[in-house]
């Protein structure tokens, strides 16, 4: 650009204007004779000099002080001439640094101007482009409004009068060109006010339509009907009451068979247990003793036959006593519904052993203090309450008035190592025996003299009639330990 500026300059200069007719012809002259003047006076300096001088005065106009030569015709100078005035202005033509442009200029300034032709081109392209984004949108909304409006018109033919909008209805798209502000706004403004109208249709439609969808008030229902329905429920809720009742009775007769085939399976792992260790001799259901270590009230056993009504029993037992002298606690207990001491043997502190029936009491010269094994005999009969007390086979002592014409009630319940004081419970631990029990058991009438020393001496071994000392209805419980002994064999060891 800059090369392409010299040249116009340097054409510029090298051009000389000529100067006002006004000042050329002073006299008045008209611009025909000024021009033939101005031509002539050019022709004769260009004669007069020679080649170097007259590109000169081209450039720079007539020289010295002499006055343009006289035209034929013209009236002759007066006495007063005035001083010639020049023809052509004066101009200096002052070269510049850069040359006319080139040919390897010329291509940079055609490239350039490709390039910027290029620019315009995209530019061109991009607002296109933009043009057609914006009418696509101003078509799409076009296509939401008319979608609303005709909505809008549905739910306007559904209200009363009072609801609808009058006013006439204008297509906005038909004015203006699509990319117009104000075309624009124009569509917001509606797209608002459809808005508002489609709020207040929502906001008054649910009031019309509950009120057109009130439910018609029910019949009433007749009495009897309202009765046979309150009976009907209550004979379904009796029955699934009782059918919740016989579920929780199955449940409970269910966990208890499942205890005990635990138990019995128990009972069998241990003998095969004694079987593989190698034990030859034969164990019998009666070779098994109750341990139960330590003084407390959660220890005990518990068996499981129910005692009939008796007018006379026989009771025998091995005993261990662990005590330490501080009494030796309760080796049985035998209580029933109104009568939590119906049959006791209890020995509390440094008390002698007592025998409880009926909640009468009768001393017993007893005693199992040496922490040995000891065979106990007590009998008792209803008719005179005679009573008599053997131990290790030895008579030791007899009475009688013992809860006289008494009966022992049946159905209760025999707890071993603990004193009932409820019926199968409240057990206190300071009257809880602490030792072993074992072959436990229990006749309906008075055993002989002969047949208590024939037991205690292993000589003359008898099981109980009303209830024998067998695993299967013994079962301890709180920790209380069932194991395998043989009493008869177990003492000699001890």
Not at 234 to 257: D, P, Y
Request: aromatic letters at 6%; hydrophobic letters at 40%; a negative charge.
């Amino acid at each position: 650009m800059l090369a392409f500026l010299g040249a116009v300059i340097c054409i510029i200069a090298s051009v000389p204007l000529a100067a006002s007719p006004a000042r050329a012809l002073p006299g008045g002259a008209d611009n025909a004779s000024a021009a033939s003047a101005s031509a002539a006076a050019a022709a004769a300096a260009a004669a007069a000099s020679p080649g170097p001088q007259r590109s000169l005065s081209a450039l720079h106009g007539a020289g010295g002080s002499a006055g343009p030569p006289a035209l034929p015709g013209a009236p002759a100078a007066s006495a007063h001439p005035l001083p010639p005035a020049p023809l052509f202005s004066r101009f200096l033509c002052t070269p510049l640094a850069a040359a006319c442009p080139s040919g390897t200029e010329q291509g940079d300034a055609a490239a350039g101007e490709r390039e910027e032709l290029l620019l315009l081109q995209s530019t061109a392209e991009q607002l296109r482009q933009t043009a057609l984004q914006q009418e696509a949108r101003i078509r799409a909304d076009q296509d939401t409004i008319r979608e609303l409006t005709g909505k809008l018109g549905r739910c306007e033919s559904g209200l009363p009068r009072g609801l609808q909008d009058a006013g006439p209805r204008r297509d906005a798209m038909a004015d203006g060109p699509w990319d117009s502000p104000a075309l624009i706004l124009e569509l917001e403004d509606a797209v608002r006010a459809l808005r508002d109208r489609l709020d207040r249709i929502e906001q008054e439609l649910p009031a019309r339509v509950n009120f057109s969808a009130a439910p018609a008030p029910a019949p009433a229902v007749p009495t009897a009907l309202h009765s046979k329905m309150d009976e009907l429920e209550g004979q379904l809720l009796a029955k699934v009451l009782t059918l919740e009742k016989e579920r929780m009775a199955l449940s409970h007769s269910s966990h208890w068979q499942r205890q005990e085939v635990e138990k019995e399976l128990d009972a069998l792992q241990d003998r095969v247990a004694e079987l593989e260790h190698g034990s030859s001799a034969y164990s019998p259901p009666d070779a098994f003793k109750i341990s139960i270590p330590i003084r407390n009230n959660y220890m005990y056993a518990r068996v499981r036959k129910a005692l009939p009504e008796l007018y006379a029993f026989t009771v025998c037992m091995w005993l261990r006593s662990r005590s330490g002298g501080n009494g030796q606690g309760t080796p049985f207990s035998y209580s029933v519904p109104g009568q939590a001491n119906e049959i006791v043997l209890l020995e509390a502190g440094h008390d002698p052993m007592e025998l409880l029936i009926n909640d009468k009491v009768a001393q017993l010269p007893l005693s199992l203090k040496d922490n040995g094994w000891h065979h106990i005999c007590i009998s008792w009969t209803t008719r005179d309450g005679l009573w008599s007390a053997y131990q290790d086979g030895e008579l030791q002592g007899s009475g009688e008035n013992l809860a006289a014409w008494h009966p022992i009630k049946p159905h209760g319940i025999l707890i071993l190592g603990q004193e009932q004081d409820a019926l199968g419970g409240r057990f206190d631990a300071t009257q809880a025996f602490v030792g072993d029990i074992a072959q436990f058991n229990l006749w309906d009438h008075a055993l002989t003299p002969a047949q208590v020393l024939g037991i205690a001496n292993c000589t003359g071994p008898l099981l109980g009639n009303v209830l024998p000392w067998e695993d299967k209805l013994v079962e301890a419980f709180g920790g209380a330990k069932k194991a395998t002994f043989d009493v008869c064999k177990g003492r000699a060891k001890a």
